[in-house]
T-cell receptor, first 111, second 119 residues
Framework: QKEVEQDPGPLSVPEGAIVSLNCTYS??????FMWYRQYSRKGPELLMY????GNKEDGRFTAQVDKSSKYISLFIRDSQPSDSATYLC???????????FGPGTRLSVLP | GAVVSQHPSWVICKSGTSVKIECRSL??????MFWYRQFPKQSLMLMAT?????????EQGVEKDKFLINHASLTLSTLTVTSAHPEDSSFYIC???????????????FGPGTRLLVL
């Protein structure tokens, strides 16, 4: 079993839809959870950063962490074609520890 | 947010030559820098972790003599691909993590990547 799992997609949705992206993990010691967006041939861009369980909202993006289920989600409201990218989850066990990345989910938002 | 730059953005070289890629943190001090490679439609593969002033820690399977990493200052790390071969063609991405200030200590900021093509 991989340490972090993510559906690779591709996931296609119409413009305006609510998108749900998810990662599951096996290491219960993970405490820091990040979501990155990567456009084709570009470096990943940090979207959201959360510590431990709970929700965090930033504009159209909401990140949720459920440590009891070892499950994290990123929701995108009112999705736009410009949201079409690969979304990577990442997590670490603590300050100064290396990140473990999910394989990424490719999202296409169709106009 | 914190900005990380990479240079060059793309490079084409002949087999057997060496290529140096620079990674700079522009507005924060990066105590730790990471080097990744990414093949098309695949996720990031961590190659090595470097801390300023010390030797890099390489991931299993990454040849340290082939991928030379130097982290000479808190704002600059370099990756040199020595005697490059076509199978080294890939997208190389660096990231940087700072201790304080504008860069959150527990997250990484990525450079835009360098595309290497070895003929």
């Amino acid at each position: 079993q991989k340490e972090v799992e993510q559906d690779p997609g591709p996931l296609s949705v119409p413009e305006g839809a609510i998108v749900s992206l998810n990662c599951t993990y096996s290491n219960s010691a993970f405490q820091y959870f990040m979501w990155y967006r990567q456009y084709s041939r570009k470096g990943p861009e940090l979207l959201m950063y959360t510590y431990s369980s709970g929700n965090k909202e930033d504009g159209r993006f909401t990140a949720q962490v459920d440590k009891s289920s070892k499950y994290i989600s990123l929701f995108i409201r009112d999705s736009q074609p410009s949201d079409s990218a690969t979304y990577l989850c990442a997590m670490s066990v603590g300050y100064g520890q290396n990140f473990v990345f999910g394989p990424g989910t490719r999202l296409s938002v169709l106009p | 947010g914190a900005v990380v730059s990479q240079h060059p953005s793309w490079v084409i070289c002949k087999s057997g030559t060496s290529v140096k890629i620079e990674c700079r943190s522009l507005d924060f001090q990066a105590t730790t820098m990471f080097w990744y490679r990414q093949f098309p439609k695949q996720s990031l593969m961590l190659m090595a972790t470097s801390n300023e002033g010390s030797k890099a820690t390489y991931e299993q399977g990454v040849e340290k003599d082939k991928f030379l990493i130097n982290h000479a200052s808190l704002t600059l790390s370099t990756l040199t691909v020595t005697s490059a071969h076509p199978e080294d063609s890939s997208f190389y991405i660096c990231s940087a993590r700072g201790d304080s200030g504008r860069a959150l200590g527990e997250t990484q900021y990525f450079g835009p990547g360098t595309r290497l093509l070895v003929l």
